[in-house]
């Protein structure tokens, strides 16, 4: 059983940063793919970055060049590092993770991954 921890969520102005952490239990956690999807309010759950074992990364359209997903496996800890945000990025940002045997793999479905955190909010006002 894993337990992820999000923080880092607020308030900021179209344009500005946020870097969200994912604190992951456990000491298996270099095993572990992991991603962070979002909600806004009435819409599904929206891929938005993941990292695999080894590293590869994977971001939706949307936030390419903007958003950097890392990982630091010493910390158990999952990274979100959002730049020049937008307003349509306001929603609950969930940290999610999977054991996966395969180094190279991530997911891009919620359905793919077995834990997740409780979210964290961020809000970005025009």
């Known amino acids: 059983q894993v337990q992820l921890v999000e923080s880092g969520g607020g308030l900021v102005q179209a344009g500005g940063s946020l870097r969200l952490s994912c604190a992951a239990s456990g000491r298996a956690f270099r095993g572990y793919a992991m991603g962070w999807f979002r909600q806004a309010p009435g819409k599904e759950r929206e891929f938005v970055a993941a990292i695999s074992r080894s590293t590869s990364t994977y971001y939706v359209d949307s936030v390419k060049g903007r958003f950097t997903i890392s990982r630091d496996n010493a910390k158990n800890t999952v990274y979100l590092q959002m730049n020049s945000l937008k307003p349509e990025d306001t929603a609950v940002y969930y940290c999610?993770?999977?054991?996966?045997?395969?180094?190279?793999?991530?997911?891009?479905?919620?359905?793919?991954?077995?834990?997740w955190g409780q979210g964290t909010q961020v809000t970005v006002s025009s």
């Open positions: 999610t993770g999977v054991l996966s045997a395969s180094t190279t793999w991530y997911g891009r479905s919620p359905s793919q991954y077995a834990y």
